[in-house]
């Protein structure tokens, strides 16, 4: 099962178990963040999708840091005029670790989120 979410103007396929780097998302470490624009929901053969969202669904991640990514140097250079500047940029990032997918009516989980549940029982 995967879904595909708009997060931060981008939009990501994501499955139970993926660890992706997403645009800031502003809450603490370790906390469990939902992600309610799906934009679309496919189980093996069954495929939903939304205009422009899927209402009801729901992908659930834990954020496991934030942190900034390798800088960029910009660079503008004329030839024989003497002129040349450099900058950089680093973005800032949060990582995530995607837990489930809820949309119109099925869910997946990955297996240590289903442990925990159970554990929790």
């Known amino acids: 099962m995967y879904a595909v979410i ?17 645009e800031t ?3 603490e470490k370790g906390a469990i963040w939902t992600f309610d624009q799906v934009m679309m929901v496919s189980d093996d053969d ?5 205009t422009p969202t899927i209402e009801g669904a ?20 004329r030839r024989r005029k003497h ?16 837990q489930s997918i809820n949309g119109k009516g099925r869910m997946a989980k990955t297996d240590s989120a289903q442990q925990e549940v159970v554990a929790e029982d």
């Open 6 to 22: 708009k997060t931060g103007g981008k939009q990501y396929r994501v499955s139970p178990g993926d660890v992706l780097r997403v």
């Open 25 to 27: 998302i502003p809450t």
């Open 46 to 50: 069954n495929l939903s999708v939304g």
């Open 58 to 77: 729901k992908v659930e991640a834990q954020i496991r840091s934030h942190g900034r990514a390798k800088k960029i140097e910009i660079i503008k250079f």
């Open 83 to 98: 002129h040349q500047k450099r900058t950089g940029h680093r973005q800032n990032y949060t990582e995530i670790c995607i």
